[in-house]
């Protein structure tokens, strides 16, 4: 079984449109997070949410909504998808603790034409 | 300004050859971990280093926290294809940000 799983996997899209990733954990962490990693590699935090509560949102444009219905997911929707969108968006869980370990998913690559 | 400076950012290299990857701050830590992401894939965790001065070994690659626990180094003896990947630090800031370094891409040719 996947520890964090995310779908889809690729998602190609037009300006403008909205779309959504999901993501779930199956490994009872309480807390989840996403991240963008740009064309550097450089992985950057948007949003953590522990126990369904919002903890972190990294100045991140408001055309970005998370939504956890549970703590085993966390799902990111976006509006009004722009150039600058595109990406690598990754999942990934923790339990919080002195050495929180993170376990990613795989992965979805946006990209917006 | 970035918390976690990595250095190189690239490096290139023939199979057979060890090398070293660093991870810097100006900032104390209580812990640090390095992970490892390949193409396509997350990152996967490959140790965590809480000590300063702490020494940790995983096959032929020695993770190293410094004294003040500030920095830390990623030694690799003997390098093979498949270790070939994007290598990256992280630290917990705050209470659950897990932030990361901009990452060392590391290519082992045959």
């Known amino acids: 079984d996947t520890a964090v799983s995310q779908t889809p996997k690729y998602l190609v899209t037009q300006m403008g449109n909205d779309k959504s990733i999901k993501c779930e954990q199956n490994?009872?962490?309480?807390?989840m997070y996403w991240y963008k990693q740009d064309s550097k590699k450089f992985l950057k935090i948007m949003f953590s949410?522990?126990?369904?509560?919002?903890?972190i949102n990294e100045t991140v444009p408001n055309r970005f909504s998370p939504k956890s219905p549970d703590k085993a997911h966390l799902n990111l929707h976006i509006n009004s998808l722009e150039l600058g969108d595109s990406a690598v968006y990754f999942c990934?869980?923790?339990?919080?603790?002195?050495?929180?370990?993170?376990?990613f998913g795989q992965g979805t690559r946006l990209t917006v034409v | 300004t970035q918390l976690l400076e990595q250095s190189p950012q690239f490096l290139s290299i023939q199979e057979g050859e060890n090398l070293t990857v660093y991870c810097n701050s100006s900032?104390?830590?209580?812990?640090l971990q390095w992970y490892r992401q390949e193409p396509g894939e997350g990152p996967v965790l490959l140790v965590t280093?809480?000590?300063?001065?702490e020494v940790k070994k995983l096959k032929r690659l020695t993770f190293q926290f410094g004294d003040a626990r500030k920095d830390s180094s990623l030694h690799i003896t003997a390098a093979q294809p498949g270790d070939t990947g994007l290598y990256l630090c992280?630290?917990?800031?705050?209470?659950?940000?897990?932030?990361f370094g901009q990452g060392t891409r590391l290519t082992i040719n045959p």
């Open positions: 949410y522990n126990n369904k509560e919002l903890i």
């Open positions: 900032s104390v830590f209580s812990s």
């Open positions: 992280a630290t917990i800031q705050g209470a659950q940000k897990l932030v």
């Open positions: 990934a869980s923790s339990q919080v603790g002195r050495n929180t370990e993170a376990f």
């Open positions: 280093v809480v000590t300063g001065g």
């Open positions: 490994l009872g962490h309480d807390t």
